[in-house]
Nanobody
Framework: QVQLLESGGGLVRAGGSLRLSCAASGRAFHSHAMAWFRQAPGKEREFVAAISWNGGRTFYADSVKGRVTISRDHAKNTLYLQMDNLKSEDTAAYYC????????????????????????WGQGTQVTVSS
C-alpha cells in the first residue's frame, strides 16, 4: 500500500519559514515526478511546485516563485518543500503528490502542474501564516 505522509506544517508569522517533508512508503518514486499542491478554505486545490524524477527540473507557481524550493532525497524516498518569506495568503493545507507513471520526456511540461497527473496523495499538513 502506497502512503505519502506529510509533516512540518504549523503556525508561523509572516516573513517566517517552514520546511515541509513528505515521506513515501510502499513504493519508490525514484523514476517519478512528485509535487506539492495546496488548498485554502473555500478554494480549489492549486499547484505549488513540482520536481522531475532526478531533481533536474523544478517548476513553481508564480505566486510562490522565489520564495519556495522543492527538492527530493532518493535515499530517503522523501520530498521536501522549503518555504521562506511566508505570507498570509500561503495559509492552506499542503498536499504531497506522486505520479504513478514514470517521468519520461514529453512534448510539453504542462503535466507537471496538472493536478490530474498525480495518482498518489498524502493527507495534508496545515500551514497557517499570521500577519
Amino acid at each position: 500500500q502506497v502512503q505519502l505522509l506529510e509533516s512540518g506544517g504549523g503556525l508561523v508569522r509572516a516573513g517566517g519559514s517552514l520546511r515541509l517533508s513528505c515521506a513515501a512508503s510502499g513504493r519508490a518514486f525514484h523514476s517519478h515526478a512528485m509535487a506539492w499542491f495546496r488548498q485554502a478554505p473555500g478554494k480549489e486545490r492549486e499547484f505549488v511546485a513540482a520536481i522531475s524524477w532526478n531533481g533536474g527540473r523544478t517548476f513553481y507557481a508564480d505566486s510562490v516563485k522565489g520564495r519556495v524550493t522543492i527538492s527530493r532525497d532518493h535515499a530517503k524516498n522523501t520530498l521536501y518543500l522549503q518555504m521562506d518569506n511566508l505570507k498570509s495568503e500561503d495559509t492552506a493545507a499542503y498536499y504531497c503528490a506522486g505520479d504513478a507513471s514514470p517521468d519520461v520526456p514529453r512534448s510539453s511540461t504542462d503535466h507537471y502542474s496538472d493536478i490530474h497527473e498525480y495518482e498518489y496523495w498524502g493527507q495534508g499538513t496545515q500551514v497557517t501564516v499570521s500577519s
